[in-house]
C-alpha cells in the first residue's frame, strides 16, 4: 500500500458524457502529479500542483481536462465531454518535496464506449 | 524535446540468468534517473533512482543501475533473474530538476521458471 489512492478503480463512461476521479496524496506531501497511461506507453505527464497551486499543465490537458486542489490536499481530475480516445489509465503520484521518492496509486481506468 | 527510449520493449529470460535492460534519455544537463516496476496489477513502486555522486546505483530486490552520462544511458542490471521479477519495467528521467518526468515505453520481462 502505497499510500496515494484513486477514485473510482474503474470507469466506464459514453462518449460525451463528463467523467471526475478523485485523487487522494500520502498525507503532508505537498507535491502532487497527474499522468495518463495508455496500452504499451509509458506515463505521459499531465498537470502537476504543489499545495494548491496548478504549476505546470501538459499540451496534452485540452480544455476539455481540468484539474484541481482546493486544499493542497487531494485533487480532483475532470474530463468534459468525453472522446474514445481519453480512454485511457489515469495515474495520480505525490512527493513530498524535491528529489524524494514520487509514490504513485493504482491509477483509474477509464473506459469511454 | 526530452525522450526517453527503452530498447527493449519484450524480454524473456529463464529464472537464474541476467538481465539487462537498456535506456537512454535526450537531455544535455543535469537529469536525475529512475527506474520503477510495475508489477501485474501493481502500481508502480521505485527500484532505484540516480541524483548524484557514485553512478552506480543499488536499488530493491537486488537491481543496479549505472549512469553512464558520456553515452546517456542509465541501463538496469540484476546479476539472476526471479520468477518474481516479472514485471513491466519503465525508464524515467527528469529532465532539468523539475519533477515532470518523462517516461520510457517500458520493457516487459517475464521470468519462467
Known amino acids: 500500500d502505497t499510500g496515494v489512492s484513486q477514485d473510482p478503480r474503474h470507469k466506464i463512461t459514453k462518449r460525451g458524457q463528463n467523467v471526475t476521479f478523485r485523487c487522494d496524496p500520502i498525507?503532508?506531501?505537498?507535491?502532487l502529479y497527474w499522468y495518463r497511461q495508455t496500452l504499451g506507453q509509458g506515463p505521459e505527464f499531465l498537470t502537476y500542483?504543489?499545495?494548491?497551486?496548478?504549476?505546470?499543465k501538459s499540451r496534452l490537458l485540452s480544455d476539455r481536462f481540468s484539474a484541481e486542489r482546493p486544499k493542497g490536499s487531494f485533487s480532483t481530475l475532470e474530463i468534459q465531454r468525453t472522446e474514445q480516445g481519453d480512454s485511457a489509465m489515469y495515474l495520480c503520484?505525490?512527493?513530498?518535496?524535491?528529489?524524494?521518492?514520487?509514490?504513485f496509486g493504482q491509477g483509474t481506468r477509464l473506459t469511454v464506449v | 524535446a526530452q525522450s526517453v527510449s527503452q530498447h527493449n520493449h519484450h524480454v524473456i529470460l529463464s529464472e537464474a540468468a541476467s538481465l539487462e535492460l537498456g535506456c537512454n534519455y535526450s537531455y544535455g544537463g543535469t537529469v536525475n534517473l529512475f527506474w520503477y516496476v510495475q508489477y501485474p496489477g501493481q502500481h508502480l513502486q521505485l527500484l532505484l533512482k540516480?541524483?548524484?555522486?557514485d553512478p552506480l546505483v543499488k536499488g530493491i530486490k537486488g537491481f543496479e543501475a549505472e549512469f553512464i552520462k558520456s553515452k546517456f544511458s542509465f541501463n538496469l542490471r540484476k546479476p539472476s533473474v526471479q520468477w518474481s521479477d516479472t514485471a513491466e519495467y519503465f525508464c524515467?528521467?527528469?529532465?532539468?530538476?523539475?519533477?515532470?518526468?518523462?517516461w520510457g515505453l517500458g520493457t516487459s520481462l517475464a521470468v519462467n521458471p
Open positions: 500542483f504543489q499545495n494548491e497551486a496548478q504549476l505546470e
Open positions: 498525507s503532508e506531501h505537498n507535491r
Open positions: 524515467a528521467v527528469d529532465a532539468g530538476n523539475n519533477r515532470k518526468l518523462i
Open positions: 503520484a505525490s512527493e513530498a518535496a524535491m528529489n524524494t521518492e514520487a509514490f
Open positions: 540516480y541524483f548524484s555522486g
